[in-house]
């Protein structure tokens, strides 16, 4: 069950210092500091945590996976869009569904695939209770991506590996770019893949620690 209401960590104020502090960090872009302001993060953790859903820290969601810092959800959506926004975007980790939320806020359709089903089922009845009808799930290992539904303007990775699946980099469109950190466990980089042509253009940015980037899926 979603409570909507939180425990009283809603407010205007509580947010407004959160977008300060992701500003202070270098988050500049106004679409992002507004979608960030006005999604619900405290409806994608656990309620007994929700007194910490505006802090600027990842947080656990279970099976051994967390809900990213709000600043690591800021940059990478926009580096996402510093070019253009794209309209259709494969998110590869659902997740809490968080991501996947400031997304679907900007986006015109999301493709979110998740290989851990109750992470998802919860993650489906989030979103659906926010009204996000512009996102499609699916269970399935996510380094094969959704070759059905490619080529896609956007791809962004919320998991760590030290090199980028060729599935992914196959199923981007040309003149899209792929977000996700690229490194060994200790040590990670966010990294951006930009498409032009047959031409796969990479920038290595901020140091990151992601949760793996794992095969197969759970039931």
Not at 172 to 184: F, S
């Amino acid at each position: 069950m979603v409570n909507r209401s939180g425990i009283g960590m809603t407010s205007a104020r509580t947010r407004e210092r959160l977008i300060n502090r992701l500003r202070e960090k270098g988050i500049h872009d106004p679409r992002v500091l507004d979608v960030i302001r006005n999604t619900p993060r405290h409806l994608f953790i656990d309620e007994a945590l929700a007194h910490q859903a505006y802090d600027d820290t990842a947080l656990p969601i279970g099976h051994g996976q967390t809900i990213s810092q709000p600043w690591v959800v800021a940059r990478m959506t926009e580096l996402l869009i510093e070019k253009t926004v794209p309209g259709k975007v494969l998110e590869v980790g659902t997740g809490s569904g968080y991501q996947t939320a400031v997304l679907a806020a900007l986006c015109e359709q999301v493709w979110s695939v998740e290989r851990i089903r109750p992470l998802q089922d919860m993650a489906r009845r989030r979103l659906q209770t926010l009204g996000m009808a512009r996102v499609q799930l699916r269970h399935a290992d996510g380094g094969f991506g959704w070759a059905s539904e490619a080529p896609f303007d956007g791809i962004l990775a919320a998991c760590g590996r030290p090199d980028i699946p060729e599935e992914l980099l196959s199923q981007l469109a040309d003149g899209g770019r792929l977000v996700m950190p690229v490194g060994e466990a200790e040590q990670q980089w966010l990294t951006v893949v930009d498409r032009i042509g047959d031409d796969f253009r990479t920038t290595r940015l901020d140091a990151v620690r992601f949760v793996p980037f794992r095969r197969g899926i759970l039931r």
